[in-house]
C-alpha cells in the first residue's frame, strides 16, 4: 500500500513535473515568439520598398531592386594631400576619373561653342529655375581640379583594395559611394567660402570639400558623438594638420534641427545630409537597421526630422547663399515632399524666399557614370542600376533669395 501511495506519489509528481515543464516550455515558447520579430529587418525593408517604390517608380521599379539587392560599386575619392603610387596603380587597372571625364562629355576639344563654355569659365551652365517653375540664366558651376574620384568602367565590378598610408602617414583614397560626390559638386564651393555640413559624420563629403582647397572654414557638425569622433579620425588620417587648425574647422556635435538658434544667416553654402531610411543598407543589413521593430517609431518620423533639418540649414545659410539637401533613399516621401515642406515652412514661418536651381545640367554631365531618376520635378537621383550599381542618393539645390 505504502509502495502503491508512494509510487502514486512519484507518478503525480512526475505528471506534475511535466505538466510544469511543459507549460514552463509554453510560457518560454510565448515569451520568445512575443519578442522575436516575424520577420528580420531586411525582409520587412524590402516588402516596404515593394509596396512604395512598385507605386512610385512603375516600371523603373524591378530593375532597381535587382541592383540594390546586388552589390554596390564603389568609387575612390583621391587624397589630393597623399602622394601614393596606389593611385597610378588603379588608373593601370583601368579606373577613370569620373569627374573630369563628366567635364570632357559636356565640353568636348572638338566642339565648336569649346570657347564659349570653356569649363573654368561656365562649366556646368546650371539652369537657375524659380519656384513656379520659371526658368532664370544659367549661372556657372565650376568645379575644382582638386576633386577626383575614381571608378572602375561600367560593367566592371572590381573591388578596390583598402587604402594605404603614404610616408606621412596620410591615406591615398576614400572609399565612398561615388554618386555621394555629387551633392558636394553641386554645392559649388567657390574660393573663400564659409561651409556648414549639418549632419557630417562619417565624414566622406566633408573630406571631398577639404580637397577642393577653397573652403575658408568649415563647420562640421554631428548630433552624434560617436559618429563625430570617427569624423575627426577620418579628417585627420586624410588632411595634413596645418589645415585642421581651429581657424579653418570646426568641429560639433549639436542636434542640427536647433542650429536657426545658434548661428543664423552665416554660412555661404550649407550641406543637409539627412538620416534617412538608407535604402540598401536597410535591404543587406540586421544589425542597426531602420525597420527592425523597435525602430518603427522613429522611422515614421524622418520626413519631419528631414525637414526641420533642412529649414535649420536655409535659417544657417546667409541671404544668397546656397543650401544642398541630399539622401541615400529613393523614398519621396524622405525626399521631394520634404524640400517642398521645409521651403514652404521657411516662407510662412520665417519669411525667407527660396530659389529652386536645377541641377539638370550636372545631371547631364555625369551620365555616362550614373543613371538619373527621369522626370522628377524636383531635385535629381541617381538610382541603382546593375551596370552602374551607384546610389540611390538625391539631391535638391535652394538658393536663399532673401
Ligand atoms: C547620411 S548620414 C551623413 C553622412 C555624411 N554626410 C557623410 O558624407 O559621411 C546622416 C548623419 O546625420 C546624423 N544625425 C541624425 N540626426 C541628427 C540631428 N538631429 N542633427 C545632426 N545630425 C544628425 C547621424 O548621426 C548621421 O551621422
Not at 593611385?87 to 570657347?115: R, T, W
Not at 573652403?215 to 563625430?228: I, K, P
Not at 544589425?287 to 528631414?306: A, C, M
Not at 533642412?310 to 525626399?335: E, H, K, R, W
Amino acid at each position: 500500500m505504502g509502495l502503491f501511495l508512494d509510487t502514486s506519489r512519484v507518478i503525480f509528481s512526475r505528471v506534475k513535473d511535466l505538466r510544469a515543464l511543459t507549460s514552463k516550455r509554453h510560457r518560454v515558447k510565448g515569451k520568445w515568439a512575443a519578442t522575436q520579430p516575424k520577420q528580420p529587418p531586411t525582409r520587412m525593408a524590402l516588402q516596404h520598398f515593394d509596396a512604395t517604390y512598385s507605386a512610385q517608380l512603375g516600371a523603373l521599379w524591378p530593375s532597381i531592386r535587382v541592383a540594390l539587392l546586388s552589390e554596390r560599386k564603389y568609387g575612390a575619392l583621391l587624397n589630393h594631400f597623399s602622394h601614393n603610387p596606389d593611385v597610378e596603380e588603379l588608373q593601370g587597372q583601368g579606373c577613370k576619373d569620373f569627374i573630369s571625364n563628366g567635364e570632357a562629355f559636356m565640353f568636348p576639344a572638338s566642339a565648336d561653342h569649346h570657347s564659349e563654355l570653356r569649363p573654368e569659365e561656365d562649366s556646368s551652365s546650371v539652369s537657375t529655375v524659380t519656384h513656379g517653375g520659371g526658368i532664370r540664366q544659367p549661372s556657372p558651376l565650376r568645379l575644382s581640379p582638386n576633386i577626383r574620384c575614381l571608378v572602375f568602367p561600367r560593367g566592371d565590378i572590381t573591388r578596390f583594395r583598402p587604402a594605404r598610408p603614404d610616408k606621412f602617414g596620410l591615406l591615398s583614397y576614400y572609399l565612398l559611394d561615388a554618386a555621394s560626390m555629387l551633392p558636394c559638386l553641386a554645392l559649388d564651393v567657390q574660393e573663400s567660402h564659409t561651409v556648414l555640413d549639418l549632419c557630417a559624420a562619417p565624414g566622406g563629403k566633408a573630406l571631398a570639400l577639404l580637397q577642393t582647397q577653397s573652403v575658408r572654414f568649415l563647420c562640421a557638425n554631428d548630433l552624434s558623438v560617436s559618429r563625430t569622433s570617427r569624423l575627426k579620425r577620418v579628417l585627420h588620417s586624410y588632411v595634413p594638420k596645418a589645415l585642421l587648425t581651429d581657424d579653418k574647422l570646426r568641429i560639433t556635435s549639436f542636434d542640427g534641427t536647433i542650429w536657426g538658434e545658434i548661428e543664423r544667416n552665416s554660412f555661404d553654402r550649407v550641406l543637409v545630409d539627412v538620416p534617412c531610411t538608407t535604402d540598401r543598407h536597410s535591404l543587406m543589413d540586421d544589425d542597426n537597421n531602420i525597420f527592425s521593430r523597435s525602430r518603427v517609431g522613429e522611422r515614421r518620423s524622418l520626413p519631419q526630422l528631414q525637414a526641420q533639418l533642412l529649414l535649420a540649414g536655409i535659417l544657417a545659410a546667409c541671404p544668397g547663399g546656397d543650401v544642398l539637401y541630399s539622401t541615400c533613399t529613393l523614398s519621396a516621401n524622405q525626399n521631394q515632399a520634404v524640400v517642398q515642406q521645409a521651403v514652404q515652412l521657411a516662407e510662412e514661418q520665417h519669411g525667407i524666399q527660396l530659389q529652386v536651381i536645377s541641377l539638370r545640367p550636372l545631371a547631364q554631365m555625369f551620365s555616362n557614370t550614373f543613371h538619373f531618376a527621369p522626370n522628377l520635378h524636383l531635385g535629381e537621383m541617381v538610382i541603382p542600376h546593375l551596370a552602374a550599381n551607384f546610389g540611390p542618393i538625391y539631391l535638391c539645390k535652394l538658393r536663399r533669395l532673401t
